[in-house]
């Protein structure tokens, strides 16, 4: 293609440093939008700032430390990664490609990578969340920052948005190929995902049905049957209700329900992050063998596999052609 191409690369996000300053300045940003918390801003962000961030920031960045790298977060340092080789498949395919990485919280920003990308004179532009399956609270969130950069600009290029590729068949061969290669015999699969509140889903984020789809492509492929796998959902938070059943109640009571084997997959996150190997290769681990499991593999997010950037970069490149 002769078209110059602009791709943008979003992920959720992380803090600056592993230190509960930064801990903080991170959650302040990304627990006030709106579309994460909708209460009103006169009641929640008092509480935000006075009890749940001085009480969550140093337990957090300490557990940031654990996984801190030379490039930052271990998400930061992942997507980085896959950034760099998706430009690099985009260009071996014969794409005039030019790749940013964006957050929707924190760094780097989506108006630095729009303004990056305008610089070098894209003829369109393709911006790809990184979270296969849509959910109001990621990828409409994305799309509000998107659509909130052009407000006061008048050089808005051709440009299209993917809303999710949850069913993606490169995608669910990328998801097959990797839990093949660390699920033992005899061990249940479970697929865990990011929660959101029950009451999102009833006022009609569909992110469930993404979920189930998800789940249900890849044991297709797999050929597994009901008894060999589950599907929970982790990081609840608060008080209110969300999607269950809860990962981490599923751990407690899965021994006592015969499963002494399980290995974890977790499809809606592209690289690992603190919800991957923390919450789930190490919380929800020592749920499992506290209460009678015998063994427990956490299988890795895709990350820089090459079937990932393979799918990612035809993801993208099927929209290089519309």
Known sequence: MS???????VNLGSPAEATPKAVSDYLWQFLRDKRV????????????????????????AELYQHSWTAQGSLLIAVSRQQQKLVQRY????????????????GQPNLTTAVDNLMRKKIEKLIVLPLFPQYSSTTTA??????????????????????????????????????????LKEDTFLLFSYHGIPLRYEQEGDNYRQQCELTTQKVIETLGLESKQWGMTFQS??????????????????APKEGIRKIAV?????????????????????QYFLHHGGEDFQYIPALNTQPA??????NIILKKCEA
């Not at 078209?3 to 690369?9: D, S, W």
């Not at 985009?90 to 919280?105: C, N, P, Q, S």
């Not at 990932?308 to 970069?313: E, N, V, Y």
């Open 3 to 9: 078209k110059k191409i602009g791709v943008i690369l």
């Open 141 to 182: 969130a994305v799309f509000d920052a998107f659509v909130n950069i052009w407000q006061n600009r008048r050089d808005l290029p051709p440009f299209e948005f993917i809303h999710n590729y949850a069913d993606n068949p490169d995608y669910i061969q990328a998801l097959a190929q990797t839990i093949r290669r660390y």
């Open 308 to 313: 990932h950037i393979t799918a990612l970069g």
């Open 265 to 285: 997959v977790c499809p809606g996150f592209s690289a690992d992050c603190l919800e991957t190997v923390e919450e789930i290769a190490q919380e929800n681990r």
């Open 90 to 105: 985009l260009r071996e395919k014969g794409i005039d490609a030019e790749v940013e990485l964006a957050m929707t919280y």
């Open 236 to 253: 609840r938070f608060g008080r209110e209700e969300w999607l269950s059943p809860y990962t981490d109640e599923f751990m407690k009571t």
């Open 37 to 60: 918390v909708d209460l009103p801003a006169w009641k929640w962000w008092p509480l935000l700032k006075a009890i749940i961030l001085p009480h969550r920031a140093k337990r957090v």
